[in-house]
């Protein structure tokens, strides 16, 4: 039986700086609000004139993850890309990231699962690895928020909160025994599924009727999150989870030596870390400079914690999402 570690990790965010005070102008907010709300000073919002997208920006981080894992995009056999913002209703974008990295004709996976997008990813290849299926896997989350978010004082509680960016990590066999992915634990409660969603337009809403609508003031446009009742499952999903994670392994709080919580909210992660009882070492927290990047928020969180030097050979890792769904998910990681 093989293990699948971790051997590179690679991201890409746009250059482009929004603070909450470039928001202030174009709606009824503060930077006050946004901080003692979410903890989020500034995100990186896609210039259009850059020409970024989901797919062109995961090749960048793909890139960067291929290159410190010490291997060519033609070590790669198998892409999984995870991203509620694909560049395309159709294709996926695994397929776009396929072709631009020049690779071969290898399989390339597209996955739905929102924040917790990444988690299920790592969890799929994972399985490919262990199996002996594929030796290198690429597992992607990107996003591209800003361009499908409303930019106006009715859509601020959530416009406020999304950044844009792409995160990458090389899924490799080993046969070291002592390290790689120890568990993955992935959850769905479909029942509330409508309380943070993007419902129109949809394949029972095509363009014709849109284009009859024709309503600038339609909602269903837009991204919709019902935040106390998101925040509140939120904590709950998150602290279970990862005990899930913990106990599964035999592990303790106190043996973690990262937590990387997807990064929905600092109150939230600030929750979690209180009633775990982690130090602020155990916990890494970028959120304040990209907002929440959803699928692709833990891979910019690790790959940035690696180059920081908060992740090393033989640290417990526990990565932790939740998000639209709803869905949660989790993974313990022997580095
Ligand atoms: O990543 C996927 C999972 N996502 C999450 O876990 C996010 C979970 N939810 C949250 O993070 C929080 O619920 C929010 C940050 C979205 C909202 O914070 P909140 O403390 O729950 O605020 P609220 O929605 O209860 O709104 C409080 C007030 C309202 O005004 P009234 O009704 O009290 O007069 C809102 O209209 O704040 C108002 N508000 C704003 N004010 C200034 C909402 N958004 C804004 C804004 N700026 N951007």
Redesign the pocket.
Known sequence: MYTSIIAGLGHYVPDNVVTNDD?SKI????DE??VE??GIHERRWIDPATGDSPSTMGTKAARMAIENAGLTPDDIDFIIFATLSPDYYFPGPGVMVQEQLGIKEIGALDVRN??SGFVYGLSVADQFVKTGMYKNVLVIGAENHSGGLEKSTRG??????FGDGAGAAVLQRSEDSARGILSTHLHSEGKHAEE?SLLGPNTSRWVPEIMEDNDPEDASYYPY?N??F??K??VTRFMEVIGEALMTNGKKPEEIDLLVP????L??SQFVQKKMGLSDDQVYNNIMRYG?T?AA?IPIAMSEAFQEGKIKEGDLVCLAA???GFTWASSLIRW
């Open positions: 928001l709606m009824e907010t503060s609000w946004i709300r979410t929102q924040c601020r509680g959530v416009t406020v909160i943070l999150m935040g106390n998101v925040f499952h939120a997807h990064q929905a909210n109150r939230i929440n959803t928020s939740f998000g639209s």
